[in-house]
Structures are given as structure tokens and as C-alpha cells.
């Protein structure tokens, strides 16, 4: 079954790891053990990619193969898997539109850590926000 990962891309440690998987169309994690969350993501599982104070910037569906290469200086430091139907938004998704689309279904109780590399999310939940981003946000 397809699942939904929002991942950070983690600017706030190197900016250039957010711009080279919007230009790669990609989701990347980087060093142990958080370059390993890329391996849970399976073929067509659903990809957000959120940056840390603006929001989701861009969504694609997974390819399912996961790539390895150096960062910082380091052997097999970057874990990564390109993303098909890669979209840039034309109008950031912010975490609190996020939390509330998702409130509309699951109720006000529910809540998002977002200070992860990734996060998963119900299915259900991830098609609502795919709409929205559709709808608004494209």
C-alpha cells in the first residue's frame, strides 16, 4: 500500500542540500542513522518536501530505488532517491496549513513533530494534502 513521508530538506544545516534535491528532484537524508529513513520509502509512496520555516516547496511520487553518494567530505554520507511527477509549488504549504488540513479529518488533537528529517503520515491524510497543494497551491 502507498504511504506518505514528509521530509525535511535540510536547510538549516546546509542550504545546499535543500537546493540540490529541488534541482535533482529528489529526497535526500544525510549520516546514520538518519540517511536510512530513505530506505523505508518504497516505489510510488507519496514525498513532500518540507522547508524548515516555509512550508512544503515541492512533492513527487518515489522511484523506489535508493542512491548512495559522499557528502561533506564523506564516503556514502547521502542517502537519496529521485522523485517521478516532481512539482515544484508555486505558493509554500506551511506547517500550520499542513497540521490544519490534516485536523479537518483526523480532529483537533492531532499533531506534527516537524523538527524530523522524516515523518510519516496516514495515507488518507496525505491525499488530503496533495488536493489542497493542487487546488491552492500549484
Given amino acids: ?30 549520516y546514520t542513522p538518519w540517511k536510512y529513513y530513505i530506505d523505508t520509502i518504497e516505489a510510488n509512496d507519496i514525498v513532500f518536501l518540507y522547508s524548515s520555516g516555509v512550508g ?44 490544519g488540513i490534516i485536523r479537518d479529518v483526523a480532529g483537533a488533537d492531532f499533531d506534527i513533530k516537524w523538527n524530523q528529517t522524516m515523518i510519516p503520515i496516514a495515507y488518507n491524510f496525505g491525499i488530503k494534502v496533495w488536493q489542497h497543494i493542487t487546488r491552492y497551491c500549484m
Fill in 56 to 99: 512544503i516547496v515541492a512533492r513527487g511520487i518515489a522511484t523506489g530505488i535508493v542512491e548512495v553518494r559522499d557528502y561533506g567530505g564523506q564516503p556514502d554520507e547521502e542517502r537519496y532517491m529521485y522523485l517521478n511527477r516532481f512539482q515544484l509549488l508555486n505558493q509554500p504549504l506551511s506547517a500550520a496549513n499542513v497540521t
Fill in 1 to 30: 500500500m502507498t504511504k506518505v513521508y514528509i521530509i525535511n530538506t535540510n536547510k538549516n544545516n546546509d542550504i545546499n542540500a535543500e537546493q540540490t534535491m529541488l534541482q535533482e528532484e529528489k529526497c535526500a537524508a544525510f
